[in-house]
């Protein structure tokens, strides 16, 4: 009996887990902070010594391990494992896989999430036996990943799905990426933030900035659905604002893709019932065909979606599968 042994590297935290063979978490989703910004070398460690911790818990030993699947921010050559360029953890160049490969001496799977989390709803999520399944974060920044007939359509470099740096404003503000007017610039928790914070200095008034002391430092989505749910008209906009948005960028993707479903996930799509209406609005507007809103899906593995990308990811490559 093997077990797969699960990292999820994440620019904050770090969540290990033992999945059985069976896909079956054994241990917790154990959750840690990653060290970001500690050098390459600390974010390195403490994702080993979390991993043992979790190994301890299950009370096994590293020999009953069949093989790692690892989750880390992009962009990376997953058919090695090296990470090309994430300043946030002070990786250039970083050769992950194989530093895991020699700490455990076990088969290592390196993916970026975005991707993970597109395996993840194809095979064992919402999305399951879906041909073409896209898949969508809306959080602190916007991933995606790409699933074609339950493997990861991984583009010529394993770049693809990148759906958070799709412009939706040729003329809009400049991103990190070199474009401009990205989605992630306008539909992220992110931007959604810096909105708020716009507001705050501009006097707006409403009860969701009364739950906060019109502190600038302590927005976020929450604040938003909580005012809505008394009635904000305020939040209740803000939210509507989100799903139009939410819906010019995913009319973008559902022109290239004519999709079998798209799965939302991350801490924004949790407020989806603020949004929906006018993000399915805004896709009637812009897509040019009839896309029905039953195939937009709200994911049910929310925050381990992106580990059980990852164990599905350990489990096909170990059976001699493509993923
Ligand atoms: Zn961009």
């Known amino acids: 009996m093997g077990y797969y042994l699960i990292l999820d590297i994440g620019g904050t935290k770090t969540t290990t887990v033992l999945f059985d063979e069976k896909g079956d978490p054994v241990t917790g989703f154990n959750v840690a902070a990653s060290r970001t910004y500690e050098g390459e070398d600390a974010v390195f460690e403490n994702t080993v010594t979390e991993a043992y911790k979790t190994i301890k818990e299950a009370g ?16 990376l ?17 970083f050769p992950l896989g194989q530093r895991l490969r020699d700490e455990f001496h076990v088969p290592v799977y390196v993916e970026n999430d975005g991707n993970l989390g597109a395996l993840a709803e194809s095979n064992v999520g919402v999305a399951k036996g879906k041909e073409v399944v896209l898949y969508q974060t809306i959080s602190t920044g916007c991933g995606g990943g790409i699933a074609y007939n339950g493997k990861i359509l991984h583009g010529h470099s394993g770049f693809s799905g990148e759906f958070g740096h799709v412009s939706i404003n040729f003329a809009g503000p400049k991103c990190g990426c070199g474009g401009n007017g990205c989605f992630e610039l306008y539909a992220s928790g992110t931007a959604l933030n810096k909105r708020m914070i716009r507001d705050i200095e501009n006097g707006i008034r409403s009860q969701a900035f009364d739950a906060i002391g019109y502190d600038p430092q302590r927005v976020s989505g929450k604040i938003l659905t909580d005012a809505a749910e008394k009635g904000d ?23 290239i893709f004519d999709p079998d479903v798209i799965v939302l996930a991350g801490g924004i799509a949790k407020a989806h019932k603020w949004f929906f209406e006018d993000m399915m609005c805004e896709i009637q507007r812009r897509a040019c065909f009839e896309y029905s809103k039953d195939r937009i899906l709200i994911s049910e593995l929310n925050d381990k979606v992106v580990a059980y990308g990852a164990y599905v990811m350990a489990k096909k490559a170990i059976s001699g599968e493509e993923f």
Request: charged letters at 10%; glycine letters at 14%; zero cysteines.
């Open 60 to 75: 096994i030993s590293v020999a009953d391990i069949a093989a790692i699947g690892v989750a880390a921010p992009g962009p």
């Open 233 to 255: 008209s305020y939040a209740i906009g803000m939210l509507r604002q989100e799903g139009m948005y939410i819906g010019a960028g995913l009319s973008n993707l559902i022109n």
């Open 77 to 93: 050559d997953y058919r090695t494992g090296l990470i090309i360029d994430v300043p946030m953890m002070g990786w250039k160049n």
